[in-house]
């Protein structure tokens, strides 16, 4: 290849103060801080949450601020990612509502998405998925009817579209094989890095009012 690997990191989540926003901080610092040679990162984030992903990308990696309009434009999806047509059509006939590609990451020719968190669509693009665990189908009394069908249909649709699932640990690895049904080797397991080295040190001030509460 004559030109650097482009890879589209989307991130798109709605509240970034949750677990899953700290590990996308952690990955944002890391890249930042060690890209290889022959590899481009762009960071894509909702445009109202940008200023948290900011300080956290830089060097060979790059921002992109996404607005709140452009993540409901299903229809308008349909139109500029033509091959995603079939497969809107098979899931719109059994009453699905699966995310389908504003057509952003096509648009910009890049090589591979790669979905650190839940939040996903469907895209022409290949795609590296992190449903992170399985937590709804072990504790299902802690979701809803709507969140546990959500969660199935969705985990499975982009589990299935990927070309690799992402998981921190053998144990999610063993557990997605055997509810989903994926090959053990389109599963990777990755463990994650800490975000600690992205945070600057407590001040004596944050240690002493920690300490009063």
């Given at each position: 290849m004559d030109?650097q690997?482009?890879?589209?990191i989307?991130?798109?989540?709605?509240?970034p103060?949750?677990?899953?926003?700290t590990a996308?901080l952690?990955?944002?610092?890391?890249?930042?801080d060690?890209?290889?040679?022959g590899q481009?990162y762009?960071?894509?984030?909702r445009e109202?949450t940008?200023?948290?992903?900011?300080?956290?990308?830089y060097?060979?990696c790059?921002?992109v601020?996404i607005?709140e309009?452009?993540l409901?434009g299903?229809?308008?999806a349909l139109g500029?990612?033509?091959?995603?047509?079939?497969i809107?059509?098979k899931?719109?006939g059994k009453s699905?509502?699966?995310?389908?590609?504003d057509?952003f990451?096509?648009?910009?020719e890049?090589?591979?998405?790669?979905f650190?968190?839940q939040?996903?669509?469907?895209?022409?693009?290949?795609s590296?998925?992190?449903?992170w665990d399985?937590?709804?189908?072990?504790?299902?009394?802690f979701?809803?009817?709507?969140?546990?069908?959500?969660r199935e249909?969705l985990?499975?649709?982009f589990c299935?579209?990927a070309l690799?699932?992402?998981v921190?640990?053998?144990w999610?690895?063993?557990?997605i094989?055997?509810?989903?049904?994926?090959l053990?080797e389109?599963i990777?397991?990755?463990p994650w890095?800490?975000?600690f080295?992205?945070?600057?040190?407590p001040?004596?001030?944050d240690?002493?009012t920690?300490?009063?509460?």
């Open positions: 030109r690997l482009r890879i589209a989307d991130c798109r989540i709605a509240d103060n949750q677990g899953i926003g996308v952690a990955l944002a610092k890391a890249f930042s060690s890209v290889p040679p481009e762009t960071f894509i984030v109202s940008k200023e948290w992903l900011a300080p956290y990308v060097g060979p790059k921002l601020g607005p309009s452009a409901s299903v229809k308008a500029s990612v033509p091959p995603l047509r079939f809107w059509r899931v719109r699905i509502s699966i995310p389908v590609s057509g990451v096509e648009a910009h890049f090589d591979v998405v790669h650190p968190t939040v996903a669509y469907l895209t022409e693009r290949p590296i998925y992190q449903p399985l937590q709804h189908l072990h504790y299902p009394n979701f809803s009817k709507m969140e546990f069908d959500s249909r985990y499975r649709a299935d579209q690799y699932v992402c921190q640990a053998e999610t690895k063993k557990d094989v055997d509810h989903y049904g994926l053990a389109k990777v397991v990755v890095g800490s975000v080295d992205a945070y600057e040190p001040s004596q001030e240690i002493q920690c300490i009063r509460k």
